[in-house]
């Protein structure tokens, strides 16, 4: 068990980032397709089988993963242009490590972190890491030798240096606001009331928030801000001398620094892994009656999602009868799950600290897929900005609106705690 407890955040932080990224592109899809009125993809499956189309990402990311390596022959430094997709992955990657995603739990007398990184410089080691994520970016378009490369790593330079210092000043503003840069104490700050409405980051720093918001856009490259990439403009920017898992890296770099924004829009602006109102203590206290709550919702989704899937999946292919597979899947897995629930909703088990985790993980995923999904939907309803547009955004609009607040709120703090 204790082995399981120190593992199972640094196994969350790897499901969160690398086994998520065929999701997010399952997801990127048939958002667009959503969008644009299409049906998405739909034919690729495995005995009948298509997973609401997942099996298509997973076919891509095995064609990179077995894709010949090709090296082109202008190039000269060999060494930097193979090395920097690997700096964009894995300061991607690393930015995940400090994300909380349940509260610390202690089993006998023993505290156990959720976080792959338990350090109270949180804030600090995210924005070390997003800013070095650039200079992947920057090395492969130059050790590229060409002027489309090129362009692109200028490009992206110049919007990281822009918009990063909007970014670390909103932050500041949070750092006021909270007292702490201690991600974990972030979450337990929010699980108190404004009067009447949650104390989220959103609710006491709306200002903040949006300008982090829109630079995480811009850090990760991400639509609106993707003139680094400009395939109308400069073909694919810096990554356009890269091909098979070299460009594989950059590509799942950008979904994983994605997600990383996302975790961290989640921790420090919508509350981390709590529930409006209701603290860890709370949901201890009354974790019988949240459980209740749990298996009601469970059926009815679980009902919905099978008329939903009756009337929507008429796509037929040759295999098994998928309709039949995912609702034998269904009602199986949501009968165990409501009948480990009642078990302990009954009185017959003990409400422990563990099950209250557990649903922190829950809640932490839902919150986070739910900014996924803002991601994408920008991308896919927001043209793309241009160069000049990007740079006036950050310098002129962002960068004084940002000073302002930082200004307002220390006003706001020093009277609040006046004489305390």
Same mark, same amino acid.
């Given at each position: 068990?204790?082995t399981?407890?120190?593992?199972l955040p =640094?196994i969350?932080?790897?499901?969160f980032?690398?086994?998520?990224?065929? +999701?997010?592109?399952?997801m &990127?899809? /048939?958002v667009?397709a959503?969008?644009?009125?299409?049906?998405?993809?739909?034919r690729c499956?495995i005995?009948? +089988?298509?997973?609401?189309?997942?099996?298509?990402?997973?076919?891509?990311?095995?064609?990179?993963v077995f894709?010949?390596?090709?090296?082109?022959?202008?190039i000269?430094?060999?060494?930097?242009?193979?090395?920097?997709?690997s700096?964009?992955?894995?300061?991607a990657? %690393?930015?995940f490590?400090?994300?909380?995603?349940a509260?610390?739990i202690?089993i006998?007398?023993?505290?156990?972190y959720?976080?792959?990184?338990?350090?109270?410089l949180?804030?600090l080691? $995210?924005?070390?890491?997003a800013?070095?994520?650039?200079?992947?970016?920057?090395?492969?378009?130059?050790? !590229?030798?060409?002027?489309?490369a090129? =362009?692109?790593s200028?490009?992206?330079?110049a919007q990281?240096?822009?918009? &990063?210092?909007a970014m670390?000043?909103?932050?500041?503003?949070?750092?006021?606001?909270?007292?702490?840069?201690s991600?974990?104490?972030?979450?337990?700050?929010?699980?108190?009331?404004?009067?009447?409405?949650?104390?989220?980051?959103?609710?006491?720093q709306?200002?903040?928030?949006?300008?982090?918001?829109?630079?995480? @856009?811009?850090?990760?490259?991400?639509a609106?801000?993707?003139?680094a990439?400009g395939?109308?403009?400069?073909?694919?920017g810096?990554?356009?001398e890269?091909?098979?898992?070299?460009?594989?890296?950059?590509?799942v770099?950008e979904?994983?620094?994605?997600?990383a924004?996302?975790?961290? #829009?989640?921790? +420090? @602006?919508?509350g981390?892994?709590?529930?409006p109102?209701?603290?860890?203590?709370?949901?201890?206290?009354?974790?019988? %009656?949240?459980?209740?709550?749990?298996?009601? $919702?469970?059926?009815?989704?679980?009902?919905?999602?099978?008329?939903?899937?009756?009337?929507h999946?008429?796509?037929?292919?040759s295999?098994?009868?998928?309709?039949?597979?995912?609702?034998?899947? #269904?009602?199986?897995?949501?009968? *165990?799950?409501?009948l480990?629930?009642?078990?302990?909703?009954?009185?017959?088990?003990?409400a !422990?600290?563990?099950?209250?985790m557990?649903?922190?993980?829950?809640?932490f995923?839902?919150?986070l @897929?739910?900014?996924?999904?803002?991601?994408?939907w920008? /991308?896919?309803?927001?043209? /793309?900005?241009?160069?000049?547009?990007?740079?006036?955004?950050?310098?002129?609009? =962002?960068?004084?609106? !940002?000073?302002?607040?930082? *200004?307002i709120?220390?006003?706001v703090v020093?009277?609040?705690?006046?004489g305390?």
């Open positions: 068990m204790n399981v407890l120190i593992l =640094l969350l932080t790897i499901l980032s690398l086994a998520t990224v065929p +999701i997010l592109v399952w &990127e899809r /048939r667009a959503l969008i644009q009125d299409r049906l998405g993809p739909n499956h005995n009948g +089988i298509r997973l609401g189309g997942i099996i298509q990402s997973i076919a891509d990311m095995m064609k990179l894709k010949e390596e090709f090296l082109p022959s202008h000269k430094n060999k060494f930097y242009y193979l090395v920097a997709p700096i964009a992955f894995m300061s990657f %690393l930015t490590m400090v994300i909380p995603y509260d610390n202690t006998n007398d023993k505290t156990y959720m976080q792959a990184l338990p350090t109270d949180g804030v080691w $995210f924005l070390a890491f800013g070095l994520g650039v200079y992947g970016i920057i090395l492969g378009g130059w050790a !590229s030798h060409n002027k489309y090129i =362009l692109g200028m490009r992206a330079t990281v240096i822009g918009y &990063e210092v670390g000043l909103s932050l500041v503003s949070m750092l006021i606001t909270y007292g702490t840069i991600l974990n104490e972030m979450v337990t700050y929010q699980s108190q009331s404004f009067f009447i409405i949650p104390a989220w980051g959103i609710v006491i709306p200002i903040a928030t949006i300008i982090f918001i829109i630079t995480a @856009f811009a850090e990760t490259n991400r609106p801000f993707d003139a990439e395939e109308s403009e400069i073909v694919a810096y990554h356009t890269y091909g098979a898992m070299k460009f594989g890296l950059y590509f770099a979904y994983i620094a994605m997600a924004s996302g975790a961290l #829009i989640v921790t +420090i @602006f919508l981390g892994y709590q529930l109102y209701l603290n860890t203590a709370d949901l201890i206290n009354n974790f019988e %009656l949240v459980l209740w709550l749990i298996i009601a $919702f469970a059926v009815v989704t679980s009902l919905m999602f099978l008329k939903w899937m009756k009337s999946n008429i796509y037929n292919t295999g098994l009868d998928e309709k039949k597979v995912y609702a034998t899947l #269904i009602i199986g897995f949501t009968a *165990f799950a409501i480990l629930m009642s078990y302990y909703a009954l009185g017959f088990g003990h !422990s600290a563990v099950g209250v557990i649903l922190q993980f829950a809640i995923t839902v919150k @897929f739910f900014l996924h999904f803002v991601f994408i920008v /991308r896919w309803t927001l043209p /793309r900005f241009r160069y000049d547009q990007t740079q006036k955004l950050g310098w002129n609009i =962002l960068l004084p609106l !940002s000073l302002a607040n930082i *200004f709120t220390a006003i020093v009277g609040v705690n006046y305390n």
